[in-house]
């Protein structure tokens, strides 16, 4: 099942539920490090400080907000200026329907016009969500990151991930 929706850059009155939505990530205990809860103040002060190159997007179906996406610099180095981590999060009640697979493909289609030209994703390894999203959009396995970080007390394993939009690895300009 695929559900349309319109997908916008986020303003600052879209605080409030990226907060809510970043949470039931967080409660669920596979999307990201982050703990503690994501009221719309820290939002707002999160969305003002992002760089140009650092947008987010909201992801519509009329009023009611299903998700949102996020680019971020890979990097302080110049020379990655082109390397973006990429960030999808869907309301847990909108799982399941295409949803994080159309902000993960309006992205890629963006990120090249913010001066983008590869992503990566830093998925925790038991995110089979996470991992299957990613790989339906072309993403590849560049490898494993043994024991990365704690979550709740517990050594966690990240894999990376990354699509280049610009250049086959093959070697064919694209
Ligand atoms: C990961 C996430 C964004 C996927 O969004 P979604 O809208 O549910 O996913 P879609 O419906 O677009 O499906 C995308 C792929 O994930 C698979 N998928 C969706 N839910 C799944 C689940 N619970 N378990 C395993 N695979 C799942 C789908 O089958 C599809 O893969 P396929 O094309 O190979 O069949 C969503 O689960 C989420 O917000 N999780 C919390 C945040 C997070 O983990 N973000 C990822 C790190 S940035």
């Known amino acids: 099942m695929s559900r349309p929706i319109d997908i916008r850059r986020a303003r600052l009155a879209d605080a409030e539920f990226i907060g809510r939505i970043y949470d039931e990530g967080i409660a669920d205990g596979n999307a990201t490090f982050a703990s503690g809860s994501h009221p719309a103040e820290e ?3 999160w969305l003002t400080k992002r760089p140009e190159n650092a947008p987010v997007f909201c992801a519509w179906d009329g009023d009611t907000a299903l998700g949102w996406s996020a680019l971020a610099p890979f990097s302080h180095r110049p020379w990655y200026a082109g390397v973006a981590e990429y960030t999808v999060y869907v309301a847990r009640g909108a799982r399941g329907m295409n949803i994080g697979s ?3 493909a309006d992205l890629v289609a963006t990120a090249p016009a ?3 030209w590869k992503l990566v994703g830093m998925i925790l390894s038991d ?3 996470g991992l299957r999203l990613a790989h339906r ?3 590849g396995t560049v490898g494993t990151h043994q024991a990365h970080a704690t979550l709740n ?3 966690r394993d990240v ?3 990354e699509r280049h939009l610009v250049v086959d690895p093959s070697g064919h300009s694209g």
Do not use: C, E, I
Request: charged share 10%; aromatic share 20%.
């Open 137 to 139: 959009h072309g993403f």
């Open 114 to 116: 913010f001066g983008y």
């Open 153 to 155: 007390g517990q050594w």
């Open 43 to 45: 939002r707002v002060a």
């Open 159 to 161: 894999t990376l991930v």
């Open 102 to 104: 159309q902000l993960l």
């Open 127 to 129: 995110n089979d969500a």
